[in-house]
């Protein structure tokens, strides 16, 4: 009896936890979940939480990798090949496993969804990303997704419309491959889960964290080819920056100001479409003297949106314009109206064309794209544009 005595409380609990683990025929069994879409169901294998995580004080987060630059290996093993590696090398179990001290800030689980650059996507597999993000969220505490950078700014705006759970949803990736002098790599994936697992960017959608430094996913985009600084959010800047062990926020966004409430979801449930649904949406860049070419050919792919990246305030030359005013009226091609500048504003409208506000050209058709998803009405998409797109403050209106 007195060695039963010794046992204290806490071991006794993982005895018992033990026990029904096993009863049950183990926790993994709880987690292989369905999601049930209009037109398919699809099994997506989410690993369990381990069940000395079930009864541990830290929160469970999952890093789930997509690959890029930031599992990147060196040519020849050469630590000092900054530019010539191969992407999508290393796995994350790897990757996790070789960060030290991680485990005094989460109980970190990992999920190898592909390990391949940025750009060789598809829209459906972000499709499939977004969705494995949801489930992983009904039994985690927050999520980190690994990618590369190329595209990152996309991949990240898609899970920010998209992810219905309101739990943290961190971006990162890297500069520089895995295994080179001076890497960022390493130090991104760390920060990454720390940010995530501080819980601070609960209800701001999906957040791009690199260098330390937080952004929206909205508002960020990568500036610079090779800098490790290279990710900007123009005009309005960064959420916040993290310092060991200090996080900081420094503002609100609109959405997050909507935490717990029906709007702070946007209407684009993927549950309820399937790929079939998702449609092809092109950018045209304007030039000196451009041709109509760009979006007659785009047109003759079967586009069914097309985003303008204009000069100035969205200006586009006459020959795009007329190529455009023909796309709308005999194709019914939507359109949205951007800036090539880089920052600022576009507000100019008119039948079948829509004002793109301060989104990139990419961000704007991401936007574009899951609105023609969801919907063929111009009007509801510009409706979507001037609320969700634009996601500006308004405390009056949030006072009613």
Request: glycine letters at 10%; aromatic letters at 8%; zero cysteines.
């Amino acid at each position: 009896m007195k060695a039963y005595a010794r046992i204290g409380r806490k071991t006794w609990l993982i005895l018992l936890m033990f026990i029904l683990v096993a009863s049950l025929g183990g926790y993994a069994n709880t987690v292989r979940v369905t999601s049930v879409l209009a037109a398919e169901e699809e099994l997506i294998d989410i690993p369990p939480l381990e069940w000395l995580h079930v009864i541990s004080d830290k929160p469970n987060v999952i890093v789930i990798a997509t690959g890029g630059t930031i599992a990147g290996q060196a040519t020849n093993g050469d630590p000092t090949n900054f530019q010539s590696y191969r992407a999508g090398t290393y796995t994350i179990e790897e990757m996790v496993g070789e960060l030290p001290g991680v485990s005094r800030i989460a109980d970190v689980s990992t999920y190898q969804f592909g390990n391949k650059g940025s750009g060789g996507y598809t829209i459906a597999d972000l499709y499939d990303l977004s969705l494995t993000v949801d489930q992983a969220l009904e039994i985690y505490d927050a999520a980190v997704v690994t990618t590369g950078t190329d595209t990152m700014e996309e991949i990240a705006y898609f899970l920010d419309l998209t992810v219905r759970s309101e739990k943290p949803v961190v971006v990162t990736g890297a500069m520089r491959p895995w295994d080179v002098i001076g890497s960022d790599a390493s130090a991104n994936l760390y920060r990454a889960i720390t940010l995530a697992a501080s819980g601070k960017t609960t209800s701001y959608g999906t957040v791009v964290m690199l260098n330390d430094i937080i952004y929206a996913a909205r508002e960020v985009t990568k500036s610079n080819s090779h800098r490790l600084d290279t990710f900007e959010a123009p005009i309005v800047g960064a959420l916040g920056y993290i310092d060991d062990k200090a996080i900081r926020l420094y503002r609100a966004t609109a959405r997050s100001l909507l935490a717990g409430t029906e709007e702070w979801a946007t209407p684009f449930d993927l549950r309820t479409i399937s790929k079939d649904d998702l449609p092809l949406v092109g950018i045209v860049y304007n030039y000196q003297e451009a041709t109509g070419g760009a979006i007659r050919g785009l047109v003759e792919d079967g586009v069914k949106g097309i985003v303008t990246a204009g000069t100035g305030a969205g200006g586009i030359s006459g020959q795009l314009s007329a190529a455009r005013t023909e796309a709308i009226q005999e194709h019914g091609v939507v359109f949205v109206s951007t800036t090539r500048t880089g920052s600022g504003s576009v507000y100019s409208e008119g039948p079948g064309i829509i004002a793109g506000d301060s989104l990139n050209a990419q961000h704007a058709r991401i936007l574009l794209l899951l609105s023609l998803a969801f919907t063929d009405d111009v009007e509801q998409i510009r409706e979507w544009f001037a609320t969700i797109g634009t996601r500006d403050i308004d405390m009056k209106e949030l006072a009613n």
